[in-house]
């Protein structure tokens, strides 16, 4: 029987890339992205993971080796974050739109300059439209099962997609959380092995990456983007089976305490888990406040976002990352478009904080809540406010 | 008509992994080198294109020029992506999850995608010692884009973007020395090749593809959209290339070098610079610099190699 144990969340993260049985794993070091690969060199090394580790010179080959593994039928894992995944960017829209799954997981990491090795979402907001299938993930538990599940969906001959696993740099990845890591035996009962349908196969020759004219570019592009949106009932499925075997629910949008909420706050990742403490607090202050947790980032959850949002007044969205000279936090201008057709919308407040590592505290969420409720009935003179600046 | 198939030394195999029909320019020395080197690399291989003259002509969606497994994805990642097909089928047969067949992985790449912005790549997958085989399709500039100079592209050529004009010779820089840079990776094997010398750049395929680990195979191909030279000169021109020790042959096993040519005389430079439009602008003075540095860098070929030549010229 699986049993709980502390573990670095990113020690847990490579072990799950290994209860997977990844053929082959490569990829190239980024604080905080290497306790994963470090922990992974060291399972192939011991021969515990049976895979080649390829030591690559950089993400960008980080990411094209993974491309041509998936190509031969390798089951593929990489791991990287901010500066790493945009060195990847180009390479990520050919591996979602020649149909490779893979996993990655992004230690999410603010975007230089000026340097900063911590958290925020800026990275993963800049790779957005590439195509890929995107879970946020709150906890070192869920990162480990999302890999998991990652595999299997990405893999299902209905979707052939690659899988990217956000999890918060530091926050998540270098701390000690108590885990179940899977049994081996599970993990392969629920994950079948990878059979790509149409491999590089000198015994049945293929030709992969052709030029594409005006005449069958627009087809392949909505080809892609109806394939994407059908991945979400595959993602439903997939996690429906794995918690009728391993007892774990994942849905797109987590709702905490949201029953009667007229207020609610929307977050991602880690900050979840602060969040929580806040609304807990503010319920037992009388607050009719409740917490979203967005997961399913692509393909977007419009009809599970409609429906959790439809009796509240107002709903406050925290970005982790800013669109320069647009509408400031990405989330929150999506949420924004998402809900704009629906007769009944709460009023949508963005806000902008926790950037580059910066903290937000329990008695911050609660701050964050109180301007939002305060703007819905007053209004505010920009667009989006950004929490806890100096001015 | 019967078919009827002609067996015995010195008869080239029929096979043609790259198929006629596909779109170069008439008299492409680069399409010619990649059907050469897809004859002697044979059916058992995935080929690992990168963007370039060579990726354009060869796939317009819904054709295909390849009868072997093939794959473009980027411009400056073929040597990566290669990696992870070559890591890719290894880690699957040790699994037993592929049966066990010596498939080659070969890279081909064009002089840009080669020595500007994909050398990091190479450089990594040499380093790194993948067993593939990695093609450098030289032309000496980026024809794909225009004629645009690369770092291959020879002192004095005049391309789009080194253009000759009364400031300038054209291109002002010479051209980089890429096989020395893979054999200074430890490589086990290195060659450079042209398809005018067919049957050298056949063997030095097949000695690439029978090598275990990685091998290198710079081919100096004939553009004549790109170099202004007449379509039918494709040929002539590379021999003169030769010829000249303007580009030598010779092959690097082990770090050990082999002149492939006894040329006991080398012809003028000024015999190959005459050829094509590029130079055309050349003044005396230039093709002398030009001289003397091809005559001493031939010399310094030679003097590594021990000695002037192996076997006399196979063309
Ligand atoms: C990252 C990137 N930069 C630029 C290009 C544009 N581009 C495509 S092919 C090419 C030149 C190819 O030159 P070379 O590698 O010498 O091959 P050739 O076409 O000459 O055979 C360029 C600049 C690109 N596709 N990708
Ligand atoms: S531009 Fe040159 S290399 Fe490209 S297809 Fe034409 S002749 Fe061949
Ligand atoms: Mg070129």
Redesign the pocket.
Known sequence: MAKREGLEVSVAVGDAAMLSDADVVSAYPITPQTHIVEHLAELVANGELKAAYIPVESEHSAMSACIGASAVGARTFTATAAQGLELMH?VLYVASAMRFPMVMTVANRALSAPISIWGDHSDAMAVRDTGWIQIFVENGQEAVDNVICGFRIGEDKRVLLPVMIHLDGFALTHVIEPIELPDKKDVDQFLPPFKYPLPLDPEKPVTMGALGSPFIYTEVKWGQEINLEKAKSVTLEVWQEFDKLFGRKYSPIEQYRTEGAKTLLLTMGSYSETAMVAVDKMRGDGKEVGLLKLRLWRPFPYEELREVVKDADTLIVLDRAISFGGPGGPVCSEIKAALYEEKKRPRIIGFVGGLGGRDISMAGFEEIVNRGIEIARTGSEREFEIYGVRE | MMATAVHGPGVITELEPFAPGHRACSGCG?ALAVRLAAKAIGNNAIIVN?????E?VASPFPYTSWRIPWIHT???NAAAVASGAEAGLKALEKKGKRPERNIKVVAL??????SD??LQALSGALERGHDFVYIC???E?????GI?R?S?TPYGASTTTSPAGKESLGQVTWKKNLPAIAVAHDIPYVATACPSYHRDLMRKVTKAVETPGPAYIHILSV?PT?WRCATDDAIKVGRLAVRTGIFPLYEVTNGQYKMSLSLTKLEPVENYLKTQGRFRHLTEDTIKEIQERVTREYNKLVELAGKPGGETSSE
Not at chain 2, 109 to 114: E, L, M, Q, S, Y
Not at chain 2, 141 to 145: F, L, S
């Open positions: 180009e | 680069e990168a963007t370039g003259c060579m354009v980027l411009f400056e790449a064009g002089d840009g995608g080669t912005i994909g399709l030289d032309n500039a980026y024809m794909n884009t645009q690369s291959a553009c790109g």
